[in-house]
């Protein structure tokens, strides 16, 4: 997924697992980042994975805005399988205001 995104001009940063933002996402990650996108896949991790960067971004003094982008609506797994649903519309998903 995070191939997706950067081969379509989109920053990303993947982090694998439900669990992994609480040991994984630094505050070095994110300097200069003001809006960030948090993918909530369609599966049973993916409420977790967006409760733990919510945790994690608190614990690291995050200032920017964060969002939950929900795949389930979307009819998609994962940012690739949106990807493949509708290839003319994908980068649109990804443009701000959210």
Request: charge should be positive; include cysteine.
């Amino acid at each position: 997924d995070c191939w997706t995104l950067l081969f379509h001009g989109i920053p990303a940063l993947a982090l694998p697992g439900a669990d992994s933002p609480r040991t994984t996402l630094k505050r070095e990650h994110l300097g200069g980042i003001k809006k960030l996108l948090v993918v909530q896949e369609d599966d049973r991790g993916g409420a977790a994975f967006v409760r733990n960067v919510a945790a994690q971004l608190r614990a690291i003094g995050f200032k920017g805005k964060a969002s939950r982008f929900d795949m389930k609506p979307l009819g998609a797994k994962d940012l690739s399988d949106l990807y493949l649903l509708d290839p003319k519309k994908f980068k649109g998903w990804f443009s701000w205001p959210r």
